[in-house]
């Protein structure tokens, strides 16, 4: 019986990698006597969190950046486990391009599993060096695209032999689509809000289907990211919404500044026609809005990230121009404007996405502990 250990953000923290640590944690404990036990990634320390928030973190321990007997706290209770599963982004821990992790990594004992969110095609110098020298310390490397993987054999010093692409998980309960009858289509973009996500360009394809008489209404919805939030203030959900009013607007865009739960999100993914994913980024190797998207059986319409292009090339939905109100008005107005578009849309994501649930992602990590932990005894 494998042991698990996680380093990673995880709730309260509210960002991409604490959700999927929790998910995989909660698929990997399923059924099982022990839970997890948890390193929680921090910038600073959290005194904030209250029981209800506590009460959903497994036997946990705090990694606070630049913080040398966290540090120390954190390898052991990973060497106390039998299998780490680190998640990497060069954002989350201590150092120039979060390179804290490699004193962390050099000090375990227990072999570990890296995940990477993020790997780029054209990364700085050091960048390289930080992704290199992190899979050279972990003794699998996994990440969750053909093309991620890809781009990490030909850009960086990696052996082959140690890398798996394991899918990004997505609920195994699917939003059901909402009975609407006649009325505006709704187009739905939602997580943490941050600049680079490219909402400005999607509120000017609004204006656009505006201007061609497309009854469409546009819903934005999630809280700005904290750390935006701790550095920025609302500055780019204020930018945000003059363009809205600039544009005159108002009536059919919404910026929701809530943090959605699971029933929450579900009921508005329900009432979505199409999925826009605008964001700037032409490196996002994983997204899991994205997956989640595809999964509930919604059309989406992104930019061409490397995700999007992977996913979608299926016949899940279309690729739009970077930073082009008028393409991603066109493919918008394309899915709207014809029903068997749509749902030949929704069959190919419920296709393309089956083996994806997180009870299923879980066995695939939980295979590979396994065999790491056999190799080690």
């Known amino acids: 019986m494998t042991r698990f250990g996680f380093l990673s953000t995880y709730p309260p923290t509210r960002c991409g990698l604490a959700t999927f640590t929790e998910a995989l944690a909660g698929a990997l404990a399923a059924g099982e006597p022990y839970m997890p036990t948890v390193v929680r990634v921090l910038d600073v320390m959290d005194s904030r969190h209250g029981a209800e928030d506590l009460n959903r973190i497994p036997s946990t321990v705090e990694l606070v950046a630049r913080n040398r007997v966290t540090m120390r706290a954190a390898v052991r209770a990973l060497d106390e486990c039998d299998v780490a599963i680190v998640q990497h982004e060069y954002g989350i821990y201590g150092g120039l391009d979060g390179d804290e992790i490699i004193p962390l990594l050099r000090s375990l ?3 570990a599993i890296v995940v990477l969110h993020t790997v780029l095609s054209a990364p700085t110098a050091h960048q390289r060096v930080v992704l290199d020298t992190v899979c050279k310390l972990a003794a699998n490397v996994v990440v969750m695209t053909d093309n991620a993987s890809e781009i990490l054999m030909r850009t960086y010093s990696v052996k082959r032999s ?7 998980g997505v609920p195994v309960s699917r939003a059901v689509r909402a009975t609407k009858d006649g009325g505006s289509k709704r187009v739905l973009t939602w997580g943490l809000l941050s600049p680079g996500k490219g909402i400005e360009w999607g509120i000017r394809a609004l204006a656009e289907l505006q201007e061609a008489g497309a009854p469409v209404e546009y819903v934005i919805a999630g809280q700005t990211h904290p750390k935006v939030l701790a550095h920025e203030g609302e500055r780019y959900r204020e930018t945000l919404q003059r363009l809205i009013d600039d544009l005159d607007l ?6 929701d500044d809530r943090y959605l739960d699971d029933s929450q999100l579900a009921d508005e993914v329900a009432l979505a026609d199409v999925v826009l994913l605008p964001y700037d980024s032409r490196d996002q190797a994983t997204s899991g809005v994205l997956i989640e998207a595809v999964a509930a059986g919604i059309p989406v319409v992104a930019t061409g990230f490397p995700h999007a292009v992977e996913l979608l090339s299926r016949g899940a939905g279309m690729i739009a121009r970077h930073q082009d109100p008028q393409s991603m008005s066109e493919a918008i107005r394309t899915i709207l404007g014809a029903e068997a578009t749509a749902q030949q849309m929704h069959d190919a994501a419920l296709r393309d996405t ?5 009870p299923a992602v879980a066995e695939q990590y939980r295979v590979l502990a396994d065999r790491m932990v056999a190799i080690a005894a």
């Open 109 to 111: 004992k227990t072999p």
């Open 162 to 168: 140690k890398v798996r692409v394991i899918p990004h």
């Open 250 to 255: 108002a009536d059919v865009v919404t910026l």
């Open 354 to 358: 089956q083996d994806a649930s997180w």
